[in-house]
């Protein structure tokens, strides 16, 4: 758990049920280009759904975004490339924290980029693998 984090342990365990219970239940699009046209000039838009916004502010309330290099990440990379299903089974703490780091940092720069990780199912197994991690603490 990290020390600066301002909920207990066992509030943090709590609130990561219930935002992954509300990221099951979603049934909508991730993300949507909403970007128009008005003669030659383009209004780029990309409307993200609300639950990515909850699922990155939940990152940041509870002080789990890790400050490191991320944009020279190359393991990072390399795992999100990597195919295998069962690549979330044996992910610890911190690399968890650091693969979620990365996109929503990333995502300040390439909009869309987390709102991509929900599109592809990752950020629900890394949520998800976070919680077993956590309920082992």
């Known amino acids: 758990m990290n020390k600066n984090s301002?909920?207990?342990?066992?509030?943090?365990?709590?609130?990561?049920?219930?935002?992954?219970?509300?990221?099951?239940?979603?049934?909508?699009k991730w993300s949507e280009d909403r970007s128009t046209k008005n003669e030659n000039i383009i209004d780029y838009y990309l409307w993200s759904a609300p639950i990515t916004f909850d699922a990155m502010k939940f990152l940041y309330d509870n002080n789990l975004i890790i400050d490191?290099?991320?944009?020279?990440?190359?393991?990072?990379?390399?795992?999100?490339?990597?195919?295998?299903?069962?690549?979330?089974?044996?992910?610890?703490?911190?690399l968890v924290l650091k693969l979620l780091t990365a996109v929503a940092r990333n995502d300040r720069?390439?909009?869309?980029a987390w709102?991509?990780?929900?599109?592809?199912?990752?950020?629900?197994?890394?949520?998800t693998?976070?919680?077993?991690?956590?309920?082992?603490?």
Do not use: M
């Open 6 to 28: 301002i909920v207990s342990h066992e509030d943090l365990v709590t609130n990561l049920k219930l935002l992954i219970k509300s990221i099951d239940d979603y049934k909508g």
């Open 115 to 127: 709102a991509a990780l929900f599109e592809s199912g990752s950020a629900q197994k890394l949520f």
């Open 68 to 94: 490191f290099d991320w944009s020279h990440w190359d393991e990072g990379r390399e795992f999100y490339k990597n195919d295998d299903p069962n690549k979330y089974n044996s992910l610890d703490r911190e």
């Open 109 to 112: 720069f390439n909009d869309g």
């Open 129 to 137: 693998r976070l919680l077993e991690i956590e309920e082992s603490i």
